[in-house]
T-cell receptor, first 114, second 111 residues
Framework: NAGVMQNPRHLVRRRGQEARLRCSPM?????VYWYRQLPEEGLKFMVY????????ESGMPKERFSAEFPKEGPSILRIQQVVRGDSAAYFC????????????FGAGTRLSVL | QKEVEQDPGPLSVPEGAIVSLNCTYS??????FMWYRQYSRKGPELLMY????GNKEDGRFTAQVDKSSKYISLFIRDSQPSDSATYLC???????????FGKGITLSVRP
């Protein structure tokens, strides 16, 4: 009964490179949320997706960041041309999408930009 | 004013103490209230979930929500060293919507 799976767990990129973070939701869950946790900060919402649809991207930076949740395969958070300020822990959460808003989190991907 | 305010801590208590953690919020649309526990370098783990006002108890943990005061609390009875972690309050307005988190408070329970 696997939980939310994120990979890689650690990712090191140089400034200007691209970062791709993957998230496989819990079995039976069709709703995926991405959050970012900066040092000394709480978790901040980035984007909410259902299969093939972006439902709420109000927390996504306007440039360089994109997310998708295709019909088949994991959800991907993509960061183009990374900068030092993108260094953070990125968490994915999934929910079954029923009346209760219970979100289960993965272990996160820690991105370090050199 | 931030939507969710949480006591910054850190908090250190002796083993066996009763711990009280609190959050206040400003958005009256919030209806779903959660407490997550996060160990160092791990993902948040759901501890308690409450819909609307009221109390909920689960073992040594009790969650309280007072919507009239926009105030939520988590009580931990008979605290254990294994409870040492960061505790995050979270809330949302809808059944399928983003969570808004407090900054978290780091709790240390001394043996």
């Amino acid at each position: 009964n696997a939980g939310v799976m994120q990979n890689p767990r650690h990712l090191v990129r140089r400034r200007g490179q691209e970062a791709r973070l993957r998230c496989s939701p819990m079995k039976g869950h069709s709703h995926v949320y991405w959050y970012r946790q900066l040092p000394e900060e709480g978790l901040k919402f980035m984007v909410y997706l259902q299969k093939e649809n972006i439902i709420d991207e109000s927390g996504m930076p306007k440039e360089r960041f994109s997310a998708e949740f295709p019909k088949e395969g994991p959800s991907i958070l993509r960061i183009q041309q990374v900068v030092r300020g993108d260094s953070a822990a990125y968490f994915c959460a999934s929910s079954p999408g029923v009346a209760k808003n219970i979100q289960y989190f993965g272990a996160g991907t820690r991105l370090s930009v050199l | 004013q931030k939507e969710v305010e949480q006591d910054p801590g850190p908090l250190s208590v002796p083993e066996g103490a009763i711990v009280s953690l609190n959050c206040t919020y400003s958005n009256s649309a919030f209806q779903y209230f959660m407490w997550y526990r996060q160990y160092s370098r791990k993902g948040p783990e759901l501890l308690m979930y409450t819909y609307s006002s009221g109390n909920k108890e689960d073992g040594r943990f009790t969650a309280q929500v007072d919507k009239s005061s926009k105030y939520i609390s988590l009580f931990i009875r008979d605290s254990q060293p294994s409870d040492s972690a960061t505790y995050l309050c979270a809330m949302s307005a809808g059944a399928n919507s983003k969570l808004t988190f407090g900054k978290g408070i780091t709790l240390s329970v001394r043996p």
